[in-house]
């Protein structure tokens, strides 16, 4: 017999569920979830349309710990939850989870935003990796060389080892520099104040899933999440309070083909290739730097 709960996931998978993402955990099956990459609200008093962002401090982080116990609880035992916020409230959800799972990485995302700060400039985001046991899925991901705009000359120094660098590109590091923000305009359908580049997520999804694995999205907004997840060939499901953003996600996913070179899955933006694992790469696919 079908339990509910495996009902439930026939139900919404590879959907975006208008609802609270603590609800909608609650509802799948303990350990189906190979990926969570969550980017709640910032508790900034971003202008979303329907969401209020300046919950009290206390609540906002007692909020946190249970909708992070939703997602362990979906956690597949090799699985990773990946948590993109600032570097002020990572630091106290660091605690939470440090209780909960494993800490294996703070990835600091420079966006290439311009920081307007009255001490130190904030340039960095953080993305804290934390897997549910120590035994979890891992793949080297590589990213084109960095060449000079001009003289396509290459920018880093192998110091006389120039041999040894790789045909394709180098291995990534926690510090991930070469993924700009997204530019918020007004005008475009999603209308959404904090996107994240859909390429970013599937850097992270690359890195820590194999194609047909589920990935969930809690805090889906424009659908960023949903969408990387498509686009790589993975399993989704999106949970979103509010019903336009879930409308635009779906329209988004409607749109949005998998993104295949070769026999691999890789990540594409512009015509270019951003990320790819390095597994795909020594597999022998035909990869070539530019999508066709
Ligand atoms: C920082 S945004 C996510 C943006 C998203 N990563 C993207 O790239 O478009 C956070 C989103 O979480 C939604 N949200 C807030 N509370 C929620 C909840 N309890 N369950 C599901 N979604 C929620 C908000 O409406 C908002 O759209």
Redesign the pocket.
Known sequence: MISNDQKYLAEVLNTVVH????N?MNSLPEKSAQLI?A????NLD?K????RDNLPFDQYMK?TEE?IDAAIRILRDDGTLLL?NIPKLLTYTTPILNERAEFRHWIAWNSGGKPLGKTLQPAHYGILFYTKTKKSKFFDVRAPHKTCRKCKTYLTDYGGKEHQRHPFGYQISDVWDDIHR?RHASKRI?N?????PVHL?ERAILMTTDPGDLVV?????????AVAARQMGRDYIG????EY?QEV?QAKLMAAQPTIIGNAYVSVHLNKVVSVRDCDIEGGIRWKRRAS
């Open positions: 609802g609270d993402c603590i909608i990459f980017d709640p609200p910032f971003k979303y349309r329907s969401y909020w909708w993109y997204v999603d959404h104040p904090c996107q994240l997520i999205d809690p805090f889906c907004g424009g659908g960023s999440g949970a979103e309070t509010d953003y996600s």
